[in-house]
């Protein structure tokens, strides 16, 4: 396939600017347009590029998948940030890498989001797409919330703690991990339930099938309690609320130079040593 366009994403940072100016100019140089994809004038309906490459951390990598919305724009992170879980090429090797997907030396990866609803009183007032988690948390002020769950209607039990993630495979590396939940292979099907700091000990993250639909609700009326999406972005809830979440429609399509990737990302970031080479 020949690559004709690639979109840039970069963190605000001088060192990732840097290297995306380097990078563009590498790219031009090989015959293939480039446009910054996180320009405040930028429509993605207007371009049609092969891919999105995203110089940052994990949190720039949320950021370009909440762009790239329901489009088939596969996305190659880079790692800039000090936590990189999405982003799995190091900045270091980032011409390499790029090279490599040039010569067509890639795999695609389709991770799971996650659709969330807020109703409230019988209307939608929220509807937003995760590739990680959602987050039901408390201030640190606010007395445990009493969070009841359903899973496709059936009421499973009221969790008595801090706080509650949903969260995909992706996400199980993420806040539901230090939270005490499991690691999930991104391509194993499932949706992550990990209270935080649960009042009672027998309150255990579960994993339940990624056709199971989920719903939340505050059982009293605690203030202070705030529902985030992938840690970009939160709104106030109250018992007033229902939150439906469920498997999305459109998955994140993410550029591999390697199926086994996954798994030396992984011993990377938890530093995991020892064992056979």
């Known amino acids: 396939m020949e690559i004709k366009c690639i979109g840039l994403f970069v963190k605000r940072d001088e060192l990732a600017r840097k290297k995306a100016v380097a990078l563009e100019k590498w790219l031009l140089q090989r015959g293939i347009d480039v446009f910054y994809a996180d320009g405040p004038e930028i429509s993605l309906s207007r371009k049609d590029p092969f891919c999105i490459i995203v110089l940052g951390g994990d949190g720039t990598f949320l950021s370009a998948a909440r762009l790239v ?5 596969p996305l190659m992170g880079i790692k800039f940030g000090e936590v990189g879980f999405l982003a799995e090429t190091l900045e270091a090797h980032l011409f390499q890498a790029v090279g490599h997907v040039l010569e067509g030396k890639y795999v695609v990866e389709k991770r799971m989001r996650l659709q969330v609803s807020v109703i ?10 995760v590739l990680n988690d959602v987050v039901l948390n408390k201030g640190a002020l606010s007395r445990l919330a009493r969070c009841a769950v359903y899973i496709d209607s059936s009421y499973l039990t009221t969790f008595k703690a801090d706080g509650l993630i949903v969260a995909t495979p992706t996400g199980s590396t993420a806040y539901s991990l230090a939270a005490g939940g499991p690691v999930i292979h991104p391509v194993v099907p499932g949706i992550i339930l990990t209270p935080i700091c649960p009042f009672t000990l027998t309150n255990r993250p579960l994993i339940i099938p990624d056709t199971a639909q ?3 609700h505050l059982e009293d009326d605690p203030s202070d309690i705030v529902l985030t999406f992938d840690g970009q972005e939160g709104m106030a809830i109250d018992s007033r609320d229902k939150i439906v979440v469920k498997k999305g429609t459109y998955p994140v399509k993410m550029l591999s130079l390697s199926r086994d990737n996954y798994f030396n990302v992984l011993k990377a970031r938890l530093m995991w040593s020892g064992g056979r080479g």
Do not use: N, T
């Open 69 to 73: 919305g329901s489009r088939d724009i």
């Open 120 to 129: 409230r009183e019988g209307e939608e007032i929220a509807s937003v797409g």
């Open 214 to 216: 989920v719903e939340m």
